[in-house]
């Protein structure tokens, strides 16, 4: 009876061991396995909300510059800050639109007669306008006790809508 015995305990052994290795370390991995899905899952969907939030910044930001890659806009904000200066404006003329990297870089060249706090005026109005505006350069030559002509650059970029990336995958315009 002895040996019966010896071999049903190590049938009940052996079966138990395959069992352990062959259902319950397998569900284990599987359990691993669908954990570290579930992780790259919440990561992915973390990054898509950061680029997601990233472009709502980048084109709020954009709608600061140009809505066209001509200077148009730019002369009409840039005469319409004169006008508020109470300057008086003798020249607005654009400038060819040059390349920087992939944006083009739009620029008038603007001249008008004004005194020093109208200047100081207009140039702060430059500074604060809601469309993204760069003084590079300003000549001041003094006409007289109260009034100088002054000749300026005003630039900008002109940056293209930003396309969103679908749902449920990438978009190729990044």
Request: glycine share 6%; proline share 6%.
């Amino acid at each position: 009876m002895r040996p019966s015995l010896l071999s049903g305990a190590l049938i009940v052994a052996l079966s138990g061991f395959l069992g352990y290795h062959s259902i319950y370390m397998r569900a284990q991995a599987e359990l691993r396995a669908l954990g570290d899905q579930q992780t790259h899952e919440q990561k992915t969907q973390e990054v898509r909300a950061q680029l997601a939030a990233s472009l709502n910044d980048m084109e709020r930001l954009r709608k600061r510059l140009p809505q066209a890659p001509e200077a148009e806009d730019l002369m009409r904000q840039v005469s319409h800050l004169a006008q508020e200066s109470e300057g008086q404006l003798t020249a607005l003329e654009p400038q060819s639109p040059a390349s920087l990297t992939d944006f083009p870089r739009l620029a008038v060249n603007v001249q008008f007669r004004s005194s020093y706090h109208r200047l100081g005026a207009f140039l702060s109005a430059l500074e604060s306008s809601p469309m993204f505006l760069k003084v590079e350069d300003l000549d001041v030559v003094s006409m007289g006790e109260r009034e100088s002509q002054i000749r300026l650059v005003v630039s900008t970029l002109y940056v293209p809508p930003f396309a969103a990336p679908s749902p449920g995958g990438s978009s190729g315009a990044l």
